[in-house]
Structure formats: structure tokens, C-alpha cells
């Protein structure tokens, strides 16, 4: 078992960007909590005895819960799992959540990778974005993590917003750079449905950034960073050597893991399944013993694309010798027949039997992932 993933669904406010299942409501946590424990105890024979080599807490904003809480949710997840010793085990955080005090009781707890949703290094930014922290907040953040001890870091940045420059972006690379963190997950801004950013653009009160400024961030962004000793590992994350996000990296590997909390979701390699986007209704569940979750069984075709899908993101690529294997030479054939176009344009490299994307498909990477899956 790679790993799990607990979705912690608490925020203190909501950003304007963001469709991810949370609530404001901090007077639930407690009973979450026990929640969560709860399901973690009822899938224990989902792992057997298989060990777990990452915890990732996400959400929401897992940095929102007290030391209390995650004393009571690792000592759930030691007494009903076999954690590798030398596991993987993230916090996502906030910037204004990461006092001295917390970040001085979080060093007392397993954590040992922090990942810190800093968005811009921009204040007139963070505001637009809704984003309850500062600048300042931010880098400060950063510095008294590392100073505490939390040598794996990673941060958050977000480009393509409206009215966002060139010579904006430019600085917010320059400032990570400055602060010598060891993984950057960098994200497009998208405009996803019901969010408050979706209707403000549906109002005409804002506009998207044109396609030719997206690709000059993207493109600012790899030069920069791989310029500065990083490996740009995975479309939207970049490393130095060492310091790959070993839980996301089980994701794009398809490699097996499971997911806990409301929304949350997990997947073999012969199926998906999530529980459902209600934090009434889990902890309801939970309390009465009952599993409250949706599987649905993958197909090999659907395998197949999930199989695309991840490995074309990341910089191993496609090994087309593993994907016969898996799902045969019908299979391979469709996926070489549909790439064919793209390695004649240079957009897809072939070598040693593994497909990748050169550096120009990176920028329409959605469009030829889709060309090569089934349909």
C-alpha cells in the first residue's frame, strides 16, 4: 500500500478559486476526529498488513486542527496500520496557522514534510484570492519552519490570474528561489464551476489571462526553476534531487492508496471509490459503524487511461513494455498508432521503449493525453 490521504474538509474562510469539499463550521472537528478514527479502524482490511509509506493530511485546511487532534488520529492510524519507519507523513498548511507555538508542537508529532499554500508572494494577490495571510505571513513562514527543524518544504504558487504580469510572476519565482525551498508545486489558476472566481468571470467582472501570456508563465517557471538545480519532475511540480513528494509521486506511479474523510477517495488498481462530499452524513456513519462510500470497478480500458493519464504527466514517462504487459498488445498499438502524429511534430519523444513528453507537448499536454486515450 502506498499510502494514505486524509481529507481534513475545515477552512476558516473559503478562497474564491477553490472547489475542494470544506466548510467553516470548526465546531464539528471534534466529532470529525472521531469520525475519522472510526473509518480508519473499519478499513483496516483494505491494507492487511501491507505497510504504509506516506500520510498525506489535506484538504480544507488540515492546519486548522489542534495538537489534541492529531495525537488522537495518529495513534488511530498506528494501532490499525503498519507504518513504515521511515514514512513520508505531510501536513498541508496555511501561513497564518504556522505560529511558533504550532509549528513548535507540530515538531513533537510524526510530521516531517510540511506544505504550505502560499498562492503568491504578492499582497494586492492574496487578496484578490480571498487568501487570509500576508506576504510577509508567508515567508516568514517558511523561515521559522526550516528554523524549527522541517528541512522537507513545500509551497504552493499559483499563476494566470487576472491582470497578473509577467514581471508579477517573474518576482514570485525569484522570492521561492531566495528562499531556497526544496519542492514548488506550481498551479495554473482555473476557473472551476460555482466557485465565486467562476462567477465573477461569467459576470464579466474579471477576465482570464490570454493564452500566449499562460504559456510565457509556464514557460518563465521551467526555465527559472531547472536554471536553479530543480527537476520539473511532474507538469506542475518541480524538485531538487531528494526532495520528490513520495505520496504524490504514488499517485502518478499508480500505485495503490487510501483515502479517509469525507470526499476523500482511493484506488487499486482494479478500482476507485470515494466517500461522499457530506461531513454530516460521515460522521452519522461513522457513529454507527457504517462505511459511507461509492466504488466503482475500473475496466482495462479505463485502466489503460489512467495509466496514460499519470505516466505522461511525469517526467519517467509512459514504459510501453509495462503497458503490454498490463493490458496488451492491442492496447500498446493504439497507444504508439495515436502518439504517432505527435512524435513526427515533436510534441512526444519515444526512447528505450518509454514515451514522454518533450518540452514543447508540456504546454498542450491536456489535448495530447486525451488523443492517446480510449474513447
Not at 99 to 127: A, M
Not at 243 to 269: C, E, I, M, V
Request: proline share 3%; net charge negative; charged share 25%.
Amino acid at each position: 500500500m502506498a499510502g494514505i490521504y486524509l481529507h481534513i474538509p475545515f477552512c476558516k474562510t473559503r478562497c474564491i478559486y477553490c472547489d475542494f469539499y470544506s466548510g467553516t463550521n470548526e465546531r464539528e472537528i471534534d466529532a470529525f476526529t472521531d469520525a475519522l478514527c472510526v473509518e480508519a479502524a473499519l478499513r483496516k482490511k483494505e491494507i492487511g498488513d501491507e505497510r504504509v509509506e506516506t500520510i498525506y493530511f489535506g484538504g480544507g485546511t488540515p492546519s486548522r486542527l489542534q495538537k489534541k487532534h492529531f495525537v488522537q488520529i495518529f495513534e488511530a492510524l498506528s494501532s490499525e496500520y503498519q507504518i513504515a519507519p521511515d514514512a513520508e507523513i505531510t501536513l498541508e498548511a496555511n501561513p497564518d496557522d504556522l505560529s511558533d507555538n504550532t509549528i513548535g508542537e507540530l515538531r513533537t508529532l510524526p510530521f516531517n514534510r510540511i506544505s504550505i499554500g502560499i498562492q503568491s508572494f504578492d499582497d494586492d494577490e492574496l487578496k484578490f484570492l480571498s487568501r487570509r495571510h500576508t506576504a510577509g505571513q508567508a515567508e516568514n513562514a517558511v523561515k521559522a519552519c526550516r528554523k524549527a527543524g522541517f528541512e522537507n518544504i513545500s509551497i504552493d504558487l499559483m499563476y494566470g490570474l487576472p491582470r497578473q504580469s509577467l514581471e508579477l510572476w517573474q518576482r514570485n519565482i525569484d522570492k521561492a528561489i531566495e528562499l531556497n525551498i526544496p519542492h514548488i508545486s506550481a498551479y495554473h489558476l482555473i476557473y472551476e464551476e460555482k466557485t465565486r472566481l467562476y462567477l465573477m468571470r461569467k459576470a464579466g467582472k474579471i477576465q482570464p489571462v490570454d493564452e500566449e501570456t499562460s504559456n510565457c508563465m509556464f514557460s518563465l517557471l521551467i526555465e527559472n526553476l531547472t536554471k536553479n538545480g530543480f527537476t520539473h519532475y511532474e507538469i506542475s511540480n518541480f524538485a531538487r534531487d531528494g526532495w520528490f513528494s513520495r505520496h504524490n509521486l504514488s499517485y502518478w506511479q499508480g500505485k495503490d492508496y487510501l483515502g479517509l474523510g469525507p470526499a476523500a477517495h482511493s484506488f487499486t488498481r482494479q478500482e476507485r471509490s470515494w466517500n461522499p462530499a457530506s461531513l454530516k452524513r460521515y460522521i452519522e456513519a461513522m457513529a454507527s459503524g457504517t462505511l459511507y462510500r461509492e466504488t466503482e470497478s475500473l475496466s482495462k480500458e479505463e485502466r489503460y487511461n489512467e495509466f496514460i493519464l499519470t505516466g505522461l504527466r511525469t517526467v519517467w514517462g509512459v514504459d510501453l513494455q509495462l503497458l503490454e504487459k498490463r493490458f496488451g498488445q492491442e492496447l500498446r498499438r493504439y497507444a504508439i498508432d495515436n502518439a504517432q502524429k505527435f512524435i513526427d511534430a515533436g510534441l512526444l519523444t519515444v526512447e528505450k521503449n518509454v514515451l514522454k513528453l518533450s518540452r514543447e507537448g508540456l504546454f498542450i499536454s491536456d489535448g495530447i493525453m486525451s488523443e492517446l486515450m480510449w474513447v
